[in-house]
């Protein structure tokens, strides 16, 4: 399996570098269920998380990021845990619960992290796996294991995540801005005036389900990476410039 680094400006060039890594050197692997999926080990390194989010490309519109990011809060977690044990069954797993309620002692592992930064700290650490819980599980493990919250200087954070499994197409695009909205809430609601200065995810597994691939090789028919910011573009809407091929967004910087 490849190992990649992939270093973006902005969450919708991450996507897009991510899935054009896949597509090219992905590794066909079957799980231990009947799906075949292409995958690769990534690391991914967003620069700048709040400008162009959302690829035009992602297979999927904005009020499913608005779903996943009123999902991430402790209000969210809240309501789950009031939730009877049978409608508890109907989720999977619940990451609201995982990051503010964690465990049998239900602990805010965030707000715990947040409230206790220090800079230059590499011991804000958070985990959402619970080892009694998923270990035995054979499904309905999450996917997003691990995050730290690294305080850089007074105003600024950089976040790491760590997923076991990541789907790369439907999953990497929601879930990131709602993970960064899940943050930022938190900042606002503890009157901190920090901001996410950066990013860095890891996924051991990042995947493109084979029932994706027919999409993914119809994005990459009529679209390229744009040389500039790697961001998927349509192919008719590049622009000639002195520095070469550039998409639209990319020519009115210049
Ligand atoms: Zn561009």
Redesign the pocket.
Known sequence: MEAVLIKAKTISSAWSQLIHEIYEKGEEHKPDYKTMTKRVHATIYIEDVENLQVNPAVPFGANLIRKYKEELTEEYADWYVSLSDDDKRKFDYCYAKQLFRYGETAYNTVHANVSNLRPGSRRHVGVLWENEVHIPKYEDQPCWIAYKVELLNDTQVRIYLLYRSWDAFGGFPANIPAIVEGFKKVFREQNLAIKIESLIATGWDTHIYETDLQAVEKIFKNNDL??????I?PKHSFISTTKGK??P???RSM
């Open positions: 744009c040389p500039m910011c790697k961001c573009t550039a998409c967004e990319c020519k």
